[in-house]
C-alpha cells in the first residue's frame, strides 16, 4: 500500500467518525426538542379556561337551612325564606289525606306555588300553543325527597286546586330554619305534601321527550 493510499482511508475513517457525531448530536436534540414540547413531564401542562374549571351546578351558592331555591329554565332565579313568604299575601286551606301515619286532617296558612313560581318568570315557549302545558315543576325536600307536578295542576288559569308554600300548620308557624311545606290540597295521600321544602326546579318536558325520538 502506498503513502497516497494510507492517507485516503485515513481521511475517510475520519469523515465517517464525523458523520457519527453530528448524526448522534442532531438525535439528541431532536429527542430534547420534542420532549419540551409534547412531553407532559417536560412541559407545564396547558391551563383550562376559568369557565372549564366549574360546572353551572358547581357554580351555584348553597342553599342554606330554611332557604328554597326557585331554578331551572327561568329567567330571574332567587331564594325565598319563611321570613320572606310570611310578608306575602296569605291563603288558607283546610285539607284531609292519608300519610304514613294515618289520616290526616289540618289546617295550613301560606303563600299560593304559583304566585312564587311565576316572579322567577319560567320560560315557556310562546310558539308552542298552550307552551305552559309542557312545564313542570320538581319540589326537592328535607332528605333528597322529590315529588313532581305538572304546571296546569298549580297555574289557576288550568286548575282550581290551590297548592301552598306552608308556612304554618293550625296556627303553629313553621321554625325558619325548616322551611316550608308544600301543600297539595287535590291530592288524597301525603306523598306530594313535601316538608323542609329547599328547591323548586322548573322546566319542560321537551328535552326529554324529544330526545327520545
Given at each position: ?114 304566585e312564587v313560581l311565576k ?95
Amino acid at each position: 500500500m502506498t503513502q497516497d493510499e494510507d492517507r485516503r482511508i485515513r481521511a475517510g475513517r475520519a469523515a465517517r467518525r464525523a458523520a457519527h457525531v453530528c448524526a448522534a448530536a442532531a438525535t439528541a436534540l431532536l429527542i430534547t426538542s420534542c420532549g419540551t414540547a409534547d412531553d407532559p413531564k417536560g412541559a407545564a401542562a396547558p391551563s383550562a379556561p376559568a369557565s372549564a374549571s366549574a360546572s353551572p351546578k358547581a357554580s351555584l351558592a348553597p342553599i342554606k337551612p330554611g332557604e328554597v331555591r326557585i331554578a331551572g329554565e327561568v329567567d330571574k332565579p332567587y331564594t325565598i325564606t319563611l321570613a320572606d313568604l310570611r310578608k306575602l299575601p296569605q291563603a288558607e286551606a283546610s285539607v284531609e289525606f292519608i300519610s304514613a301515619k294515618g289520616d290526616q286532617k289540618h289546617t295550613y296558612q301560606g303563600v299560593l306555588l304559583h304566585e312564587v313560581l311565576k316572579a322567577a318568570q319560567p320560560r315557556f315557549d310562546p310558539s308552542k300553543k298552550n307552551g305552559q302545558l309542557r312545564g313542570v315543576v320538581a319540589a326537592t325536600g328535607g332528605g333528597d325527597y322529590r315529588a313532581v307536578f305538572a304546571w296546569a295542576e298549580i297555574d289557576p288559569g288550568f286548575a282550581k286546586s290551590q297548592i301552598l308554600l306552608a308556612v304554618s300548620e293550625d296556627g303553629t308557624a313553621f321554625e325558619d330554619s325548616a322551611g316550608p311545606r308544600l301543600v297539595v290540597p287535590q291530592d288524597t295521600r301525603g306523598g306530594r305534601y313535601v316538608s323542609e321544602l329547599n328547591q323548586l326546579w322548573v322546566g319542560t318536558v321537551d328535552p326529554v321527550v324529544d330526545g327520545a325520538r
